[in-house]
C-alpha cells in the first residue's frame, strides 16, 4: 500500500494517513455542530473557538508525547535527528490529553458548562479516532506482533510504509479502528439517553479509548515494554484510566443530571 495519495512538489505530499486526521476531525466537529442540543451549550462563535482550541492542543499534545517517548532512542548531539522525530510521528493519547485542555481552556474562558462541552464533545470524538486509525493501517504505523501468513495477517511492500516490508504483521491499527467505532456508538447510545448523569458520556468515551489502547499495546510491534511488562504509553492510559475513575465516581455520587 503506497501511504501517499499524491505528491505536490519537492519534499511535500498529501498521505493518507493526514487526509483521514483531517477527514476523521472534520466530520466529528460536523456532527457536534448540527447536534441539536449544540446550541443551548455554545454559540457559533464559541464552538469555533473551542474547535481552534482543540485542535491547536491536539497537535502539540500528540507532538509532545510523540517526542517524550521516542526522544530516549536518539542522541542529543545530533540535533537532526531530534528535529526528525520532533516532526516525525504522533501520539493519539496524548492528542486526548491535548484536545480536552484545549476544548476546556477555551471553553472556561467562555464560562460555558464545562461538562456539557466535554459530553457533547465526547459524543462524536471517538468517530474522529476511527478514521484517523485507518489512516495508520495504510502508512504502516503502530504495525502490530509477526504472525503467521495468514487471512488474519497484512504484509507491507511499499517501502515509503513505516511498518517492517515483507513480514506477516498483525493489523492492531484495524483492530483499534474497529474497537473506536464500537465505543463511538456506544458514546452516541449513552449521550442521547434521557435522564443519563452529567460527565458519564466524557467518562466513558476517555475509559474506552484509553482502555482499548491499553489492551492492543498488548499485540503492538513497535512498542517495546518499559516497565513491568507494560510500555510507556501504557503507563500513560493507566494514569489517564486512574484520574478517570475517580471523576466517574464524582459523577454518580453527584445528583445532577440533564433535563433532556
Known sequence: MNPFIFHLFGPLSVSWYGFLIVAGAALSLYFIYTDIRRSSIVTTTQFFDCATGGAIGGLLGG??????????NVSVSSWEEVAAVALGGFA????IIGIIVGVLVVARY??????????????????????????????????????KAGSYAVVYSDPACLAPLSIPLLPTQLIMAVASFVGFFL?????????RRDGLTFSFYVLWECGARFVIDFWRGDRPALFYGLSLYQWVALGIISAMLVFLA???????????
Not at 493519539?92 to 492528542?95: D, H
Open 63 to 72: 507532538k509532545i508525547l510523540f517526542f517524550l517517548t521516542e526522544c530516549r
Open 92 to 95: 493519539i493519547l496524548g492528542a
Open 110 to 147: 467562555y464560562r460555558a458548562d464545562l461538562i456539557a462541552v466535554a459530553d457533547l464533545g465526547a459524543a462524536y470524538g471517538l468517530l474522529a479516532h476511527a478514521i484517523a486509525r485507518v489512516g495508520c493501517f495504510i502508512s504502516g504505523c503502530c504495525y502490530g506482533i509477526p504472525l
Open 187 to 195: 458514546c452516541m447510545w449513552i449521550y442521547h439517553r434521557r435522564g
Open 250 to 260: 464524582s459523577v454518580f455520587l453527584g445528583k445532577g443530571k440533564r433535563r433532556w
